[in-house]
């Protein structure tokens, strides 16, 4: 997203926020605190559907496609309730097809240092045991026999990785890219990214965000899911995790 800023045309960046899809720190201790909060007002109004290109910071107030004012402290309490206000599972148009759900193959790239690994294991372990589900994953030794490519990245930015949706042919989200920005995470928040991440490529949307559609039957709120676009400590996932999981691969 960050990086087609410049790019004229508002229909690629829409495309971009649909197909790749991030977890994010809601406290990056090496930003400056400013900085910090630009990029999380940046988001939530984005996520309100303002275009991030007519976003003006001034010092106590934001300007948005050009003559609307917000103050600072009005979009911090309203980015407090989008935090957990509505918080509900939601999916892409796309899911990944049983051609592939049952054993989704994942290569690891060789420069994700060793405890990005730890948890991108831990991530599949959790997929793997959502009882009552059809959806399993496992890790490949080679690239050409995988479905989904975790590899590294840098950028000096709040989100922590990023990954692709389904495609429209059934087949998973093709790539996980990890910000090495991140590497100093706490396992239990790495574990929590990782298994967000493939939420991703098998077709679940934010909770916390109003893209993709309401699975029907799960709950209207789940402010705890791993979905959440802010990273949590690994905690299991939440029933309506589970279950939404069941819906979307069912046995
Ligand atoms: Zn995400």
Redesign the pocket.
Known sequence: MRELKTNSMLFLAAVVLLTA???KSSSAPEAPASQENTEEITSYLASQGFDQKQIVFEDDRVIVEKDIILTRAELQQRIADWKTATTEQRRHNYIVSNSYNSNITIYIDPAVPTAWRTAIQGAVNNWNAVPSSRLGMSIVSSQSAAHCRVFMGFQSANWIARAYLPASNGRPGVSVEINSNYNSLPASQKLFAIT?EFG?TIGFH?TNQTSGIHIAGTPTSDPNSVMN?FVLNWNGFTSADVLATQILYPN
Do not use: D, G
């Open positions: 899809s991030c977890a967000h991703h934010h676009s």
